[in-house]
C-alpha cells in the first residue's frame, strides 16, 4: 500500500488548552491526527506520514500559507494526501490548492481537507469520525481536491456550508428563460 501524507495547517482540531499560567485561549498544539490514529486502529496495510505545516486558526491562514500547502503537495513522493484544516476557510484553501495545482499541471495528486467542529481533545468531537472518512476518502478517490466533513466527501468545488456551519453539497442554481 502507498503511503498517505497527513499535513497539519492547524485549526479547531489541533486545538489545546492554553499552556501558559494566565491563558485564556485554546492555544494550536501538536497534530491531532497522531492521537486519531492511535484510536482508530487503520489497517495495517495503511501507512501514514504525519508533518505540521503550520499551526494556525483558519482565519490567521494566509495565502502565503497557502502557497506553502501548493510546494508541499506538488514536490511531496506521496500522491495521496490528507489535510487537516480549520473549518472557516477550510474551502478557500482548496480552492486555492485546486487552482494551483492544475496551473502547475499537477494531475496525480489527491488531496482530501477535513477539520472539526470542536477539539479532537473534547470528548464529544467529530475529529475521529473526520479523520476516518478522510482516510477511506483520499483511498477510494480519484486525482483532486476534496472534502471530507459530516460525513460527505465531495469535490472542492462541489461543497458548501450551510446556515449551521454545516458542510453541505452546493447546490446548484438553474436560470429560467422565458
Same mark, same amino acid.
Given at each position: 500500500? #502507498? +503511503? /498517505? &501524507?497527513? &499535513?497539519?495547517?492547524?485549526?479547531?482540531?489541533?486545538?489545546?488548552? =492554553?499552556?501558559?499560567?494566565?491563558?485564556?485561549? @485554546?492555544?494550536?498544539? +501538536? =497534530?491531532? $491526527?497522531?492521537?486519531?490514529? $492511535?484510536?482508530?486502529?487503520?489497517?495495517?496495510?495503511?501507512?501514514?506520514?504525519?508533518?505540521?505545516?503550520?499551526?494556525?486558526?483558519? &482565519? *490567521? !491562514?494566509?495565502? +502565503?500559507?497557502?502557497?506553502?500547502?501548493?510546494?508541499?503537495?506538488?514536490?511531496?513522493?506521496?500522491?495521496?494526501?490528507?489535510?487537516?484544516?480549520?473549518?472557516?476557510?477550510? /474551502? +478557500?484553501?482548496?480552492?486555492?490548492?485546486?487552482?494551483?495545482?492544475?496551473?502547475?499541471?499537477?494531475? %496525480?495528486?489527491?488531496?482530501?481537507?477535513?477539520?472539526?467542529?470542536? =477539539? #479532537?481533545? @473534547?470528548?464529544?468531537? *467529530?475529529? *475521529?469520525?473526520?479523520?476516518?472518512?478522510?482516510?477511506?476518502?483520499?483511498? $477510494?478517490?480519484?486525482?483532486? !481536491?476534496?472534502?471530507?466533513?459530516?460525513?460527505?466527501? &465531495?469535490?472542492?468545488?462541489?461543497? *458548501?456550508?450551510?446556515?449551521?456551519?454545516? @458542510? !453541505?453539497?452546493?447546490?446548484? %442554481? @438553474?436560470?429560467?428563460?422565458?
Amino acid at each position: 500500500m #502507498e +503511503e /498517505i &501524507l497527513i &499535513l497539519q495547517m492547524g485549526g479547531t482540531i489541533d486545538k489545546d488548552y =492554553p499552556r501558559t499560567k494566565a491563558g485564556y485561549s @485554546f492555544e494550536v498544539g +501538536e =497534530p491531532a $491526527a497522531r492521537r486519531i490514529l $492511535a484510536r482508530l486502529r487503520p489497517s495495517r496495510s495503511i501507512i501514514t506520514k504525519i508533518e505540521c505545516l503550520c499551526k494556525k486558526d483558519s &482565519l *490567521d !491562514v494566509t495565502d +502565503e500559507d497557502r502557497s506553502a500547502l501548493l510546494e508541499k503537495v506538488t514536490a511531496a513522493t506521496q500522491s495521496r494526501l490528507v489535510v487537516t484544516h480549520g473549518t472557516d476557510t477550510l /474551502i +478557500e484553501t482548496a480552492t486555492f490548492l485546486a487552482n494551483g495545482l492544475k496551473e502547475r499541471g499537477v494531475t %496525480s495528486k489527491t488531496v482530501v481537507f477535513t477539520g472539526s467542529f470542536s =477539539p #479532537e481533545k @473534547f470528548r464529544d468531537s *467529530d475529529a *475521529d469520525f473526520n479523520v476516518g472518512v478522510a482516510l477511506g476518502g483520499v483511498q $477510494a478517490s480519484s486525482p483532486g !481536491v476534496w472534502v471530507a466533513m459530516n460525513g460527505i466527501l &465531495l469535490a472542492w468545488d462541489r461543497v *458548501d456550508r450551510d446556515d449551521t456551519g454545516q @458542510f !453541505v453539497p452546493r447546490r446548484r %442554481s @438553474f436560470a429560467v428563460t422565458v
